[in-house]
């Protein structure tokens, strides 16, 4: 079955960073297109980020030069590195994982739980 955890959420400070961890098992990072979405109370799910098999990424426009996305297919898990977080940030964030790296939601089939992110200011 598979699964994919998410961890390194928490409560930061504005200006501060984060790394987010997506564990995967029974699944293969390398394989697949994986993404970061989140969701803020009251809004819809938005694209964070995303890196394809081929390791090209892309990023939320308002969100380049801050969030990067990587992978380390040892350890098979993807990374989201945050920082200068602002309170606007604040959302569950969630991984997901599909056969083409796309920009919406329905490209991917498999999603984690999420981690909360509060950005406090």
């Known amino acids: 079955q598979v699964q994919l955890v998410e961890s390194g959420g928490g409560l930061v400070q504005a200006g501060g960073s984060l790394r987010l961890s997506c564990a995967a098992s029974?699944?293969?990072?390398?394989?697949?297109?994986m993404a970061w979405f989140r969701q803020a109370p009251g809004k819809e799910r938005e694209f964070v980020a995303r890196?394809?098999?081929?390791?090209?990424?892309a990023y939320a426009d308002s969100l380049k030069g801050r969030f990067t996305i990587s992978r380390d297919s040892p350890r098979n898990t993807v990374y989201l590195q945050m920082n200068s977080l602002k309170p606007e940030d604040t959302a569950i964030y969630s991984c997901?994982?599909?056969?083409?790296?796309?920009?919406?939601?329905?490209?991917?089939?498999?999603w984690g739980q999420g981690t909360q992110v509060t950005v406090s200011s």
């Open positions: 890196i394809s098999r081929s390791d090209t990424t």
């Open positions: 029974s699944l293969l990072v390398r394989d697949y297109g």
């Open positions: 997901a994982a599909g056969t083409v790296a796309g920009t919406t939601p329905n490209w991917y089939r498999y």
